[in-house]
């Protein structure tokens, strides 16, 4: 990082992070039991800044068609190159300071990588759900998934590193329903 005066810190590795066994940067979406019905994303956009030379989040999901907002806070050119499977790759230099970028994606795909060439350790994970119904969790490892309609559903749970959980969760009108999820180091 000393190589580039934009870049400031050290940048630690964000694949764990966890904090009195509470994981936070946990992917949860509902993987199974909605209808089949088209949903609206929502307006508002999903924001990734590159804020000394690391991508904040780390990790973050869009709905299919949300406006996702790349905004570079740093004094140093990068790059954002999301390399996905489903959806189109591309590669966009931003200059410091400049318009946001903003993009959409059109396929669901989890863990999209998203690279800067110009500093090999700047790397995130972008998932592109095709339901509203998904978080991040916060540091203290929680998630709220509101507004889920009754149903039976398979909520999923995936961690940069230890891979996809899955449990079945039936909702009931007005009900309110705690899932944990426990990884094993
Ligand atoms: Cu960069």
Same mark, same amino acid.
């Given at each position: 990082?000393?190589?580039?005066?934009?870049?400031?810190?050290?940048?630690?590795?964000?694949?764990?992070?966890?904090?009195?066994?509470?994981?936070?940067?946990?992917?949860?979406?509902?993987?199974?039991?909605? &209808?089949?019905? +088209?949903?609206?994303?929502?307006? $508002?956009? =999903?924001?990734?800044?590159? #804020?000394?030379?690391?991508?904040? &989040?780390?990790? +973050?999901?869009?709905?299919?068609? $949300?406006? =996702?907002?790349?905004?570079? #806070?740093?004094?140093?050119?990068?790059n954002?190159?999301?390399?996905?499977?489903?959806?189109?790759?591309?590669?966009?230099?931003?200059?410091?300071?400049?318009?946001?970028?903003?993009?959409?994606?059109?396929?669901?795909?989890?863990?999209?990588?998203?690279?800067?060439?110009?500093?090999?350790?700047m790397?995130?994970?972008?998932?592109?759900?095709?339901?509203?119904?998904?978080?991040?969790?916060?540091?203290?490892?929680?998630?709220?998934?509101?507004?889920?309609?009754?149903?039976?559903?398979?909520?999923?749970?995936?961690?940069?590193?230890?891979?996809?959980?899955t449990?079945?969760?039936?909702v009931?009108?007005?009900?309110?329903k705690?899932?944990?999820?426990?990884?094993?180091?």
């Amino acid at each position: 990082m000393s190589n580039d005066p934009g870049c400031k810190g050290q940048t630690e590795s964000e694949q764990v992070v966890v904090d009195d066994g509470h994981l936070a940067n946990v992917l949860i979406y509902v993987k199974q039991g909605l &209808p089949e019905a +088209a949903y609206d994303p929502p307006r $508002q956009n =999903v924001s990734i800044k590159q #804020e000394g030379c690391r991508y904040v &989040p780390h990790i +973050a999901a869009a709905m299919v068609g $949300q406006p =996702v907002q790349f905004e570079d #806070e740093d004094q140093t050119l990068h790059n954002i190159h999301p390399m996905p499977k489903n959806n189109p790759e591309w590669n966009q230099s931003q200059m410091p300071h400049s318009q946001p970028l903003e993009k959409s994606f059109s396929q669901p795909e989890l863990m999209i990588p998203v690279k800067c060439n110009q500093h090999p350790w700047m790397h995130m994970y972008l998932s592109v759900i095709g339901n509203p119904y998904f978080a991040i969790t916060s540091k203290d490892g929680k998630f709220t998934l509101p507004g889920l309609p009754p149903g039976t559903y398979t909520i999923a749970a995936v961690q940069e590193k230890y891979g996809e959980k899955t449990q079945t969760v039936i909702v009931g009108a007005k009900e309110n329903k705690n899932v944990n999820f426990s990884y094993q180091p």
